[in-house]
């Protein structure tokens, strides 16, 4: 934004105390931002460490000598490489099924007034209020009645299903800002419901995909709760946060490898977010406006 | 009923959807409406509806998870959790960690976000980007990893402090009932710090500029301008992200779970990972495997947070409701 020449003209006599200040405030700030960035620094520089070194530099940001030891152990001993693999798994499959079934529900319930549809709608905002996280325990018997324990699904479908309520009214809200006349011109040129959705609705509704996307790719990532009680039995299924936690179990002294683990855990969604930080803070921001 | 409805010729019709009344040619005629409904709502039904109603089912028996439950106590959880003492120290620490950590967190949320919504001053999406950035890792990660670092800050610390005569052992933080929910509470509040910044920096944003430079011309300084202009139209988008963040930290467990596993000494258990520990892993608290206790407790949880829910629709309703108000007593 380029300021106002008159704005400009009445701010000059303020203007060195102002860029005094500015500097102040960014000095602040870049301090602060370091302090708040130390940890992920920290954990980073402990990774390249020796187990020694870890113990005797402390704080220290710099190692000093890069050895890549600890993530070899942790990939190829520690079992980083399975947990690192189906994280990716979980993430990815959990994320696509959210969108695809959220954005079909989303448009029949924006676009198509069927009976039921009140019934629907109602009982999907009463469950958004209903606190989720403490019926974890029919969940699990659930999962495991159908068979499901053990495998990688029951963790997919049960995030999922968590997902799905607040992501379908996302899509409601955005295909009621898609005006009729679109799906109209479809239906004129002959094409069926099924149709209209894939061609012409979903690719309109790529901004929303993305948000939606983001979001349950980052939850999905990140989390623990669901995972580690869907892996209590069996240990080859563990996702990286819950392969962290018991690492760190496991290896109660060997901090360096436990850093190296974590710095697998936490680089793959930080570069995600560095890249796409302007979505995701966007996304945030939505949903409080909304 | 069926039989009798036979005999008349609308019946059969009805039954075999032959000529069919106004609501089954509607329901034919959106058949795609409902195809494309169908599997979000069967994994809605499955996964989130059953185990709701399951859960209430569960309370009643005493079941260690395995099989089906046979042997039905009636409301006797209810009254052994409302009896624990473990479970209201639980409860108590669940309260503390929000009551500390909300307000601590809103206020620096609030003056960050005030001072990155300057619109002079450069570099403000870099700033946000990075005091964003632990929101995007998991809370298991975060709590991994900053109990190794306070276990370091700690040892240096602890060392020049034994050096100057001022400890004369060293102090455990994570071990050590008086500060494990503390430390806690400090990687909560650097942790979620984020979503309140980018919630406050968007309700910022969305104050007109015009009202600023009406106080402008009224001769308005800063102080003012952020008491009488800001506050008041931050009051509503404000009152939801602090119940948003009441409602979060109510929930905190991988945090606690990772980090001191609600130890020293139940110090920092929390209502979650009370629950956790009795269903699942009942061996660290010395118990047995009662899902049906841990259902209990769940679901009396369940039912605080779902009031303070309700509490928080109706403080955000009357908001807006004043906030309409004043808006139409300045336009009229």
């Known amino acids: ?290 | 009923m069926a039989l009798r409805s036979t005999t008349l010729n609308p019946g059969v019709d009805w039954l075999l959807l032959r000529n069919p009344p106004p609501f089954w040619r509607a329901v034919k005629k959106h058949f795609w409406s409902y195809v494309f409904l169908l599997p979000m709502l069967a994994l809605v039904s499955l996964f989130v509806v059953y185990p709701l109603v399951a859960s209430l089912h569960i309370t009643l028996y005493d079941w260690n998870g395995i099989g089906n439950p046979t042997r039905y106590v009636g409301l006797k959880h209810f009254f052994a959790v409302a009896r624990d003492p473990l479970f209201w120290q639980a409860f108590q620490h669940t309260f503390t960690y929000a009551v500390v950590l909300v307000p601590i967190q809103l206020t620096i949320a609030l003056i960050l976000a005030l001072v990155l919504n300057n619109p002079h001053l450069r570099g403000s999406t870099i700033y946000r980007a990075i005091y964003f950035s632990p929101v995007v890792t998991s809370a298991a990660l975060v709590g991994i990893v900053m109990s190794m670092l306070v276990g370091s800050v700690g040892s240096e610390v602890n060392t020049r402090l034994m050096e100057a005569g001022i400890l004369s052992q060293p102090i455990d933080v994570l071990g050590d009932p008086r500060f494990a929910l503390a430390a806690i509470i400090g990687v909560g509040i650097w942790h979620t710090l984020g979503y309140n910044l980018v919630y406050f920096l968007a309700g910022l944003q969305s104050i007109p500029q015009q009202i600023y430079e009406a106080a402008d011309v009224d001769g308005a300084g800063p102080i003012a301008k952020f008491l009488f202009v800001t506050v008041p139209m931050l009051r509503e988008v404000g009152l939801v992200i602090l119940f948003l963040a009441i409602l979060g930290s109510l929930q905190v467990f991988d945090l606690v779970l990772v980090m001191t596993g609600g130890g020293p000494y139940f110090s920092s258990e929390v209502v979650s990972t009370y629950i956790y520990h009795y269903a699942f892993t009942p061996a660290s608290i010395q118990a047995e495997s009662n899902v049906g206790y841990a259902s209990a407790a769940a679901l009396f949880m369940g039912i605080m947070v779902m009031g303070l829910t309700l509490l928080q629709l109706v403080a955000v309703r009357y908001a807006r409701q004043r906030q309409s108000e004043r808006k139409g007593k300045q336009a009229g």
């Open chain 1, 1 to 290: 934004m380029a300021a106002h020449p008159i704005a400009l003209a009445t701010l000059r006599p303020k203007l060195f105390g102002r860029r005094a200040s500015g500097l102040l405030v960014h000095a602040v700030l870049i301090g602060l931002g370091f302090l708040y960035m130390y940890p992920f620094l920290w954990i980073l520089a402990s990774s390249f460490k020796e187990p020694s070194e870890f113990f005797r530099s402390g704080l220290s940001l710099i190692p000093q000598h890069l050895s890549l030891d600890n993530y070899v152990y942790a990939w190829q001993a520690g079992g980083f490489s399975t947990y690192f693999l189906n994280t990716v798994v979980v993430a990815v499959a959990t994320t696509a099924l959210v969108i695809l079934l959220t954005s079909m529900a989303g448009y029949v319930l924006s676009k198509t007034s069927f009976p039921g549809k009140r019934v629907i709608l109602g009982g999907m905002v009463a469950l958004m209020f209903l606190p989720g996280g403490y019926t974890i325990i029919p969940t699990f018997d659930l999962v495991q009645k159908l068979g499901l324990l053990n495998t990688l699904w029951s963790i997919i479908l049960v995030q999922a299903a968590g997902g799905l309520i607040f992501n379908t009214l996302l899509f409601i809200g955005f295909f009621a800002t898609i005006g009729k006349e679109v799906e109209e011109a479809a239906l004129v040129d002959g094409a069926n419901l099924p149709q209209t959705y894939w061609h012409i609705m979903l690719p309109m509704a790529r901004p929303m995909i993305a948000t939606v996307g983001l979001f349950q790719f980052m939850s999905n990532w990140n989390s623990f709760w669901i995972p580690l009680v869907f892996t209590l039995g069996n240990s080859s299924l563990r996702t990286l946060a819950v392969g962290m936690y018991a690492f760190v179990g496991e290896n109660s002294t060997g901090w360096t490898y436990v850093a190296a683990g974590a710095v697998m855990s936490i680089l793959p969604i930080m570069t995600v977010f560095f890249f796409l930080q302007r979505f995701f803070i966007e996304a945030v921001a939505g949903a409080i406006k909304g």
